[in-house]
């Protein structure tokens, strides 16, 4: 079991930056990628970004070369930072990892919300 926390969220004003950071319960050896995901009211859950264990990166054609994932050196600890953030960006985030086995783990999430 994989337990996921993420910290960071809060409401700032368009052009802005935040950093949200997930820490992971359980050593790098169990995770194979972990992500951001976010969902705004009224809309599905959708990636932001992602990150492999091997350090290989994707993000959503809405927040490339806006947001940049990251990971620590013992990769119990994801990031996401934040730049010129948009009022389309108010949204509940949330952490996901991947295990080798396929088993998804997913945190509580954490708001953003950005004002215009």
């Known amino acids: 079991q994989v337990q996921l926390v993420e910290s960071g969220g809060g409401l700032v004003q368009a052009g802005e930056s935040l950093r949200l950071s997930c820490a992971a319960s359980k050593s790098d050896y169990i995770i194979y990628a972990m992500g951001w995901y976010r969902q705004a009211p009224g809309k599905q859950r959708e990636l932001v970004a992602r990150?492999?264990?091997?350090?290989?990166?994707t993000y959503a054609d809405s927040t490339s070369g806006r947001f940049t994932i990251s990971r620590d050196s013992d990769k119990s600890t994801m990031y996401l930072q934040m730049n010129s953030l948009r009022p389309d960006d108010t949204a509940i985030y949330y952490c996901?990892?991947?295990?080798?086995?396929?088993?998804?783990?997913w945190g509580k999430g954490t708001l953003v919300t950005v004002s215009s």
């Open positions: 996901k990892a991947s295990s080798f086995n396929g088993i998804a783990y």
């Open positions: 990150i492999t264990s091997g350090g290989s990166t």
